[in-house]
């Protein structure tokens, strides 16, 4: 029986990725970490014992909150949240039954180090196209809805990621660049931990359109011709960014829920 203070498994993995997705709290006790560090994608790791603390930051939003097993803490944390005005609901089987699902968990131990805002900080060099689109699309989507891109000059990206303790991607020598045939996005997708048929579909197109494989994939030119288009609308690169995000917000749709749909015109013999 379905229940108004919580959320399946299913339900839950048909929000994750969306730009509505409501923010997962998860409130695991730390044995339960270290036993299985992986993360529920784009979870925030809080605990139960400095509830009143943090509670505050989470009105006016939508939240799911998970433990171990669904049992007393996130049933706990949630009804407090509903008790400060919270939409919060409880993530029914917790940890362990997204787990046992097969639903893809977030590899913590690729995840940058945070700043004093509890943040992913990321650079690479300025006036996105693909890769440095899609792969802070991933990240907001997936990883950490909150990290921080910097975009500077190419020249820079080295020395500006050491001296603000930011990671640098999309750019030679660095872990999370190109490899092979496989673009940036392709390696975060393996390293992460969160393959899928809708993400690999998108990483197909993406490669394509990044790698100048157009006839590859039916797709990429579309998405390489939106692309370049938004690289001349916005002179700004976190403007640039926004925009983006919508447009790879309705690719990962298409990859995940529309690829078998076709549209054609007229729909049927003109009538008189």
């Not at 950490?144 to 001296?163: I, K, T, Y």
């Not at 303790?165 to 660049?177: E, L, N, R, V, Y």
Request: proline share 6%.
């Amino acid at each position: 029986m379905s229940s108004n203070i919580s959320i399946s498994v299913a339900q839950l993995s048909r929000l994750v990725g969306l730009p509505d997705a409501p923010v997962i709290i998860d409130v695991r006790i730390p044995d339960d970490v270290a036993a299985d560090p992986r993360l529920l994608p784009a979870s925030e790791r809080r605990s139960h014992t400095d509830f009143a603390a943090w509670a505050g930051a989470y009105a006016g939003r939508r939240v799911v909150v998970s433990c171990q097993r669904g049992q007393k803490l996130s049933e706990g944390v949630a009804a407090w949240l509903r008790h400060q005005g919270v939409a919060a609901e409880n993530l029914a089987g917790g940890f362990e039954a997204r787990r046992d699902a097969g639903s893809p968990l977030l590899r913590s131990d690729k995840l940058p180090p945070r700043d004093v805002s509890g943040r992913t900080v990321w650079v690479t060099r300025t006036r996105p196209k693909v890769d440095r689109i899609a792969c802070p699309w991933l990240i907001r989507r997936f990883v950490d809805r909150q990290a921080v891109f910097l975009f500077v000059s190419p020249s820079e990206v080295a020395a500006v990621a050491d001296r603000f303790g930011a990671t640098p991607f999309d750019i030679d020598g660095a872990f999370w660049s190109h490899r092979g045939e496989r673009c940036t996005f392709d390696v975060m997708i393996e390293a992460f931990g969160l393959a899928s048929p809708a993400l690999d579909r998108l990483a197909e197109i993406v490669r394509a359109a990044d790698t100048a494989a157009l006839d590859s994939v039916p797709q990429a030119a579309g998405l390489l011709a939106a692309s370049l288009g938004l690289s001349r609308m916005f002179r700004d690169d976190l403007e640039q960014l926004n925009a983006g995000m919508l447009l790879y917000d309705a690719f990962y749709r298409w990859c995940r829920d529309a690829s078998e749909e076709t549209h054609n015109w007229p729909v049927g013999p003109a009538t008189s």
